[in-house]
């Protein structure tokens, strides 16, 4: 195996520059499957995440002089995982950068969704549906939510942000490349598919039929299950409420109006998880 190629000083004319600035926006992400991840943990993530053929995930690295000394290790990881590492002034890293103040790594990265039909082909026992989710920012959150949770995909519908939007990722604070992501799914799609790889369909709503406490209380939770999480503001519409086979409320026993979407999804999200991980559940680690 040869040595890795030095990485070099890039200037803020310099084309490659331009070329990240772009994945700003969403028809140049589209059209190059490329997106941007900065900060160490996500540049870390996607150095050691590998995508189809083994490659890692991580195309092209801007770094700082300060940040390449304070983490050289991912600097030479990504050297050696075979990304173009660029050294770069503050000035470069204001172009690519998609935050007020950037931590000195801006990574270019491959697109890593995976396709619906693998997910299914793996047999979930949960997954996460984001309907109608809006917010980049609570499409990322509930994304880390998942992964934290155990989840084994989470589904992007195609009424729903892009995976890819900066704010997204950031706010996946890495999670993006824990668990497969489908996405442009269509709703109905996604319940069908689902449903017919033995997937229980919940959607969670404010005002659901049926309660999570009672849920639990009634040992329905245990078996393989997809939570259908919708917009940030009004729910779910009717005819996705429709295609469920429960709309479950989560209890609110104090004073407060209501959950926001990230919070409620980790409350659903990890009550399924612990009745799945209960004795006869899906995910029961209790000898047979």
Known sequence: MGTPAPAELIS???????????????????????????????????????????????IELF??????????????AALAAGARVHYACDEVLAEVSQTVTPQGLVGVCHFLDSPFEDILAARPKLVAVLAHVRDPGNAGTVLRCADAAGADAVVLTDASVDLYNPKSVRASVGSLFHLPVAVGV???????????AGVRILAADGAGEDDLDAELDA???????????????????????????????????????SLNLATAAAVCLYASARAQRAPGGCRSVTPS
Do not use: C
């Open 63 to 76: 770094a700082t002089a300060e940040a390449a000394e304070r983490y050289h290790d991912i600097v030479e």
């Open 219 to 257: 040992g329905t939770m245990g078996t393989p299950s997809a939570w259908v999480f919708g917009n940030e503001a009004w729910g779910l519409p009717e005819e996705t409420r429709a295609l469920a086979d429960a709309v479950v409320r989560v209890p609110i026993h104090g004073k407060a109006e």
């Open 12 to 58: 803020p004319r310099s084309p490659r520059v331009a070329a990240a600035r772009r994945l700003a926006r969403r028809n140049f992400r589209t059209k190059e499957r490329r997106f941007i991840a900065e900060g160490p943990q996500a540049v870390r993530e996607a150095v050691e995440h590998r995508g189809a053929g083994g490659a890692s995930t991580l």
């Open 186 to 196: 269509p709703v109905e799609q996604a319940v069908e598919g689902l449903r017919a």
